[in-house]
């Protein structure tokens, strides 16, 4: 079972989102593999490692695959993340509302 997402957060696969698609890969017991959609170079999903090392950056498409009883949840669950903005903590242009 594979998907084609384009990735929606501005770090791309790096650093908080990077973080948290693994992290979600772990939970389910699926092979999951990333890699860039029109390439060769699938990684495991569960290494942040290997993730990050694709250099993933936002805007570009994916191909997720996962195989096993949990595919299709897995994959629900890794698209919805690629594709939601990621809020940053606090203020984002560091001003200080309170002026």
Known sequence: MERIVAVVPEAGLHARPASKFVQT???FDSEITV?????EDSVSANS???VT????EHGEEVRLTAEGADAEAALDELEAL???PVEEEGDEDGEDEAE
């Open 25 to 27: 890969a772990n939970r």
């Open 35 to 39: 890699g860039r959609a029109d390439g």
């Open 48 to 50: 942040m490692l290997a």
């Open 53 to 56: 090392g694709l250099n993933i």
């Open 82 to 84: 690629l594709t939601t």
